[in-house]
């Protein structure tokens, strides 16, 4: 089970940081990704971190804003973010995959959490 946790309602400008905990297995041996959706749209790519924690990516209009990390002995995974604005107001998953290569497609991704609100005011 992934469980996302740490959204909120922030304003605009202002930071949260999300956690993605699993329990009943290992992170360790997955590669995890962050999506959002917000509503009305598709469910987009926002960041990706590899097994071990070296390689990431990032969705162009997160980059340079967000972070993504990971904590292998707490099995966590965060997602920093940063000067946030109204248009990252979204519902945000954690997901795993299995894939050694870095993806943001997320037909790639196995297990979901049931995802965590973040709302941005202007």
């Known amino acids: 089970q992934l469980v996302e946790s740490g959204g909120g309602l922030v304003q605009s400008g202002g930071s949260l940081r999300l956690s993605c905990a699993a329990s009943g297995f290992t992170l360790t041996y997955y590669g995890i990704g962050w999506f959002r959706q917000a509503p009305g749209k598709e469910r987009e790519f926002v960041a990706h971190?590899?097994?071990?924690?070296?390689?990431?990516t990032y969705a162009e209009s997160v980059k340079a804003r967000f972070t993504i990390s990971r904590d292998n002995a707490k099995n966590t995974v965060y997602l920093q973010m940063n000067s946030l604005k109204p248009e990252d107001t979204a519902v945000y998953y954690c997901?795993?995959?299995?894939?050694?290569?870095?993806?943001?497609?997320?037909?790639?991704?196995?297990?979901w959490g049931q995802g965590t609100q973040v709302t941005v005011s202007s």
């Open positions: 971190i590899s097994r071990g924690g070296a390689a990431t």
């Open positions: 997901a795993t995959t299995a894939r050694t290569t870095l993806t943001m497609y997320a037909r790639h991704y196995e297990y």
